[in-house]
């Protein structure tokens, strides 16, 4: 399923939609923030970063950049596209956004089960704080 990252910061109402029915989804451990959480997150600067398919938004990670990097939050991806790649997609071209920028990624929080993911994609943890830095 092959994903493209778009970053989100005025989503259409096709997108509302989208993100609405992945809130729904995954509220107890993925996009925690509903509708006027992540309004609140686009006025305060933030912005999402977007997994599109189909011209549809089948998964999401909100980010913030401060002086020490983007950080990443609340990655998650709608029920039906899971087991498919998505978010491995989404991270890859992240990662490759970031590489290119030259921005530092930083991941607070990781659930256990995918600590093995970020070492393989080349993040290091130093006080509970996941860094992929593309300069090293």
Known sequence: M????????????????DLDKIHQE???NGLLSDRTALEQHLQSGGWIMAGR???RIIGV?????SNEGVLLQQAAVRTITQRRGVMHQLLHFIQQWATDEGKTLLIEACPDDLTA???H????????????????
Not at 2 to 17: F, G, R, T, Y
Not at 61 to 65: R, S
């Open 2 to 17: 092959p994903v493209k990252l778009e970053h989100i910061q005025s989503p259409a109402d096709a997108d509302w939609n």
């Open 26 to 28: 995954t509220a107890t």
């Open 53 to 55: 398919f189909n011209d």
């Open 61 to 65: 990670m909100l980010a913030n950049e």
């Open 117 to 119: 993911a970020l070492q």
């Open 121 to 136: 994609r080349g993040f290091t943890l130093k006080d509970n704080l996941w860094t992929y830095n593309p300069d090293k």
